[in-house]
């Protein structure tokens, strides 16, 4: 309705102004060399705007012969481009379809079509990478770090090669570039923190963890938990070490690993290997008060065996008797606790008090047992029998019970278990990855969950950034003869061996 409006109130516009010009003829002349034309003023009007259109054609038909040759090369640049691009695309499709000859043969397509470095570059690595043409890759990666724009991104390609070709200081050397270059990015942080605590350089951990927390890449929680196994780890490097020092360097050793593991302490109180060692210290400094009140407020929360070893032997040349007396002191802060029934009756078969042993363990062996007994309690079990009795039959009897008893928790993680804690896996190369827990429901968890974690795993095209632990676990090989890597125990035998065996020699020795 209003388009008619308007179309009808133009025309009338229009049909007012050529009644006008009619009623108003007039005239137009012009003078020029002696010539005199005369004409209407319409027609006039009418021949100059002919001549401007002639004159305003005449200049485009010129400009469009000046700018052809560029109009033409502007349009074979873009088909190029396009061209190029689309080669890219098919490479890129069929670099996610593992198809190595399309992917080679696009890249080289894109490289020669495209001026674009960083994607065509990007494209031949990953061609290669495809093809198992590992040096091709790695010469592709290399030439971005030519150009700013590409270093971070070849730095990145150069990172997953040398991982994969197990070049552990190659890692390491190019995971720092990529965190000094964005000390932002997550994984380059975490590549450089994974393999520094895999080579065991608790410095450099701690040094790299304080410019990931300066950059919020972590939580806070997060990162006071890192430190505190990082301090625990420099703590039972110092303390190992002052073993075999004397004098004043021994104490200096044995105080500067004390401040270490108090300080674990205070970010992490509940940390079972950071409080037993603080507590073991503590007392090698003669500051037993301290230790024992360290164990004292992690007994109450969670009894653990680290803690009762450091409860019993805080005090030197201490008779059986304070011993068991300080044993029940302790397990009285959580008394319905089996590790607490373990600590009373250790104590008690050190003062050779067999009855208080006996009515500790009863809950899992005595005759009105509720609870199946582990392994631990069956070999303290013998150890009652024999020492009370000289009961042999019956000691060998709990001694076989126990290679069928459910084993007790220890620390268990990827292929690994031990009663001793470690700040990283000895298999995996993993940093504080191992947990407090039943190897055998360890293990079935794992059953669980481990289809599902390799389903989710072979669906990831491209290699993620946090794979610094898989890569310091190819890198950290376990030490020779470390007895402790026990995921895979060899069956053994019910038949404990006959009597007068050289197992026997075992009578009158103390080890409680």
């Given amino acids: 309705m209003l388009r008619a409006l308007y179309t009808f109130l133009i025309i009338a516009v229009l049909s007012g102004i050529a009644i006008w010009l009619a009623d108003n003829p007039g005239e137009l002349v012009m003078h020029w060399r002696g010539y005199e034309i005369r004409t209407s003023f319409v027609v006039g009007v009418g021949v100059m705007a002919l001549a401007a259109f002639l004159v305003l054609l005449a200049y485009r038909i010129v400009v469009s012969f000046i700018e052809t040759p560029a109009s033409v090369s502007t349009y074979l640049e873009k088909r190029r481009q396009q061209k190029g691009f689309l080669a890219l695309s098919r490479g890129m499709v069929a670099v996610a379809a593992g198809d190595a000859g399309d992917a080679k043969r696009y890249a080289a397509q894109a490289h020669k079509l495209l001026d674009a470095p960083p994607l065509t570059l990007l494209l031949a690595a990953q061609a290669a990478q495809l093809e198992g043409d590992e040096a091709g890759a790695t010469r592709h990666f290399e030439k971005m770090l030519a150009a700013p724009e590409t270093e971070f991104l070849g730095l990145r390609g150069l990172f997953i090669q040398a991982r994969r070709a197990g070049d552990r200081d190659g890692a390491l050397a190019h995971a720092r570039r990529a965190f000094e270059l964005r000390p932002q990015t997550l994984w380059a942080a975490q590549a450089v923190f994974e393999i520094e605590a895999a080579e065991e350089d608790w410095d450099g951990a701690l040094k790299t963890l304080d410019r990931v927390v300066k950059a919020k890449l ?18 039972m490097t110092a303390a190992e070490a002052a073993r075999g020092q004397v004098g004043d360097a021994r104490t200096h050793a044995l105080e500067e690993a004390s401040k270490l593991a108090s300080e674990a302490v205070s970010l992490e109180p509940r940390f079972v290997p950071a409080v037993a060692l603080a507590a073991e210290l503590s007392a090698s400094t003669g500051r037993s008060r301290k230790g024992i009140k360290l164990i004292e407020d992690a007994w109450g929360v969670a009894p653990h065996p680290a803690l009762a070893d450091a409860w019993l032997d805080l005090f030197e040349d201490e008779s059986g008797y304070a011993r068991a007396e300080r044993a029940k002191a302790l397990a009285a802060r959580n008394p319905d606790h089996v590790e607490s029934r373990i600590l009373v009756a250790r104590g008690a078969i050190g003062a050779r008090d067999w009855k208080q042993a006996r009515e500790a363990l009863a809950p899992y062996a005595g005759p009105t047992a509720e ?63 191992l947990e407090w827990t039943a190897p055998v429901m360890a293990l079935a968890a794992e059953d669980r969950t481990g289809p599902a974690a390799i389903s989710r795993e072979s669906s990831v095209v491209a290699d993620e950034a946090p794979e610094a632990a898989a890569d310091a676990a190819r890198l950290t090989s376990p030490p020779a003869g470390a007895s402790e890597v026990l995921a895979f125990q060899p069956p053994l035998p019910d038949d404990p061996g006959p009597d007068g065996d050289a197992g026997d020699k075992r009578e009158g020795e103390n080890k409680w």
Avoid: K
């Fill in 218 to 235: 972590i939580p806070r929680d997060d990162a006071r938990r890192r430190r505190a196994v990082l301090l625990t780890a420099q703590a």
């Fill in 371 to 433: 609870e199946q007994p582990t392994q631990r309690i069956c070999e303290l079990m013998a150890e009652i029998e024999e020492g009370e009795f000289g009961d042999r039959g019956a000691a060998r009897s709990w001694l076989t019970r126990a290679l069928h008893a459910p084993e007790d928790p220890q620390w268990t993680g990827n292929g690994y278990r031990s009663p001793r804690w470690s700040p990283i896996n000895p298999v995996t190369g993993e940093f504080d990855a």
